[in-house]
């Protein structure tokens, strides 16, 4: 009788436990996930200070401010973010360099994206995200705005629709 009474309670005990543990994991708030890292940091250098093109140029970034676009050719948020910026009297200032690099693109298929999107700047590849990994883990477009001396003034993730529009702002 004793054997069985120890066991009730004992089975009771675990059963307990066990629904005890699975109720607080069911009530414990999920923590926000913000997993954007952005490497660089306002004030912080820009890594590279020079580019081959799609087409064989060497790009050197010039003592002037600009805007480096990392960006994809499939994704609807470059594209719009693209479109902006050939509609902004940016484009064709002159007081502005703007570079695009092509994350996990290749030389055709960015230069059939320059043609449809009559773009008159560098495009890059970076088909091994080399260039990407080395100021962010993961978002498209990432907008960097850099200062005459390559310091990164601000960082913009373009899924946001305003967010070439802050940067251009602050020009």
């Given at each position: 009788?004793?054997?069985?009474?120890?066991?009730?309670?004992?089975?009771?005990?675990?059963?307990?436990?066990?629904?005890?543990?699975?109720?607080?994991?069911?009530t414990?708030?999920?923590?926000?996930?913000?997993?954007?890292?952005?490497?660089?940091?306002?004030?912080?250098?820009?890594?590279?200070?020079?580019?081959?093109?799609?087409?064989?140029?060497?790009?050197?970034?010039?003592?002037?401010?600009?805007?480096i676009?990392?960006?994809?050719?499939?994704?609807?948020?470059?594209?719009?973010?693209?479109?902006?910026?050939?509609?902004?009297?940016?484009?064709?200032?002159?007081?502005?360099?703007?570079?695009?690099i092509?994350?996990?693109?290749?030389?055709?298929?960015?230069?059939?994206?320059?043609?449809?999107?009559?773009?008159?700047?560098?495009?890059?590849?970076?088909?091994?995200?080399?260039?990407?990994?080395?100021?962010?883990?993961?978002?498209?477009?990432?907008?960097?705005?850099?200062?005459?001396?390559?310091?990164l003034?601000?960082?913009?993730?373009g899924?946001?629709?305003?967010?070439?529009?802050?940067?251009?702002?602050?020009?």
């Amino acid at each position: 009788m004793k054997k069985t009474r120890i066991t009730l309670i004992l089975c009771s005990f675990l059963a307990t436990a066990c629904s005890s543990n699975g109720a607080k994991q069911a009530t414990t708030p999920a923590l926000p996930q913000n997993d954007y890292v952005t490497f660089i940091k306002p004030g912080g250098s820009f890594k590279h200070s020079q580019f081959t093109d799609i087409e064989n140029y060497i790009v050197q970034l010039k003592n002037k401010k600009k805007l480096i676009i990392l960006f994809a050719t499939w994704c609807a948020d470059s594209q719009r973010t693209i479109e902006q910026l050939q509609a902004s009297p940016w484009v064709n200032n002159s007081e502005l360099q703007i570079i695009a690099i092509g994350r996990e693109e290749n030389s055709t298929s960015l230069a059939q994206f320059k043609r449809d999107y009559h773009l008159n700047y560098p495009l890059i590849s970076d088909e091994n995200r080399t260039i990407y990994n080395a100021y962010a883990n993961k978002g498209i477009p990432r907008l960097l705005l850099l200062d005459e001396d390559n310091r990164l003034i601000q960082e913009e993730n373009g899924e946001d629709v305003y967010a070439l529009e802050r940067l251009l702002n602050l020009l």
